[in-house]
């Protein structure tokens, strides 16, 4: 079993649709999780963290579930430009020394 | 966030000869930095980490001897490809963290190309 699944994508939506992607992880003592975005040829970017008790920043909500181990992103109302892959990260902590564990990714293409 | 600067962004070279690339952090004192190697449509695979003044840890399948990694300095590591051959051109990302930090922050990748 791979330490992070991502689905596999691609989602081709329509601009303005609601789209969720999921991720699960392997390592229950796995300290800190993120959502990182990464456009073509270019370092990914940190979108967000993600928290237990569920975070928003805009359109985007992320919500972790632990018992689970389950990781998931919310888009609304999605544009253009959100058109890129996204990751899901896992840090395992302290143990580990930040060494941040990437999925394969799930590409998101935002269609007019 | 924190700033961190690699360069350079993309290089083109000779199989055989071998390629420094740097990463830099600018506002923070980078104690761990990773390196990281993207093939096309695949994702970020962890080659190896480094702690700043010990030998960098190596990824299972990663050749050290091949992939030269010198982290000398809390601002700076350096991965060198040592006779780089075709097989070797990727996409090769650094990030860096330090103390406080749970998150890594990433250099803007450079693209290697071996012809």
């Known amino acids: 079993r791979k330490e992070v699944e991502q689905d596999p994508g691609p989602f081709n939506v329509p601009e303005g649709a609601t789209v969720a992607f999921n991720c699960t992880y392997s390592n229950s003592a796995s300290q800190s999780f993120f959502w990182y975005r990464q456009d073509c040829r270019k370092e990914p970017k940190l979108l967000m963290s993600?928290?237990?008790s569920g975070n928003e920043d805009g359109r985007f909500t992320a919500q972790l579930n632990r018992a689970s181990q389950y990781i998931s992103l919310l888009i609304r109302d999605s544009k253009l430009s959100d058109s890129a892959t996204y990751l899901c990260v896992v840090n395992p902590g302290a143990g580990g020394g930040n060494k941040l564990t990437f999925g394969t990714g799930t590409q998101l293409k935002v269609e007019l | 966030g924190a700033v961190v600067s690699q360069h350079p962004s993309w290089v083109i070279c000779k199989s055989g000869t071998s390629v420094k690339i740097e990463c830099r952090s600018l506002?923070?004192?980078?104690?761990?930095m990773f390196w990281y190697r993207q093939f096309p449509k695949q994702s970020l695979m962890l080659m190896a980490t480094?702690?700043?003044?010990?030998?960098?840890?190596?990824e299972q399948g990663v050749e050290k001897d091949k992939f030269l990694i010198n982290h000398a300095s809390l601002t700076l590591s350096t991965l060198t490809v040592t006779s780089a051959h075709p097989e070797d051109s990727s996409f090769y990302i650094c990030?860096?963290?330090?103390?406080?930090?749970?998150?890594?922050?990433f250099g803007q990748g450079t693209r290697l190309t071996v012809v």
């Open positions: 993600v928290y237990s």
């Open positions: 506002d923070f004192q980078a104690t761990t």
């Open positions: 990030s860096a963290s330090g103390p406080g930090y749970t998150e890594a922050f």
């Open positions: 480094s702690n700043e003044g010990s030998k960098a840890t190596y």
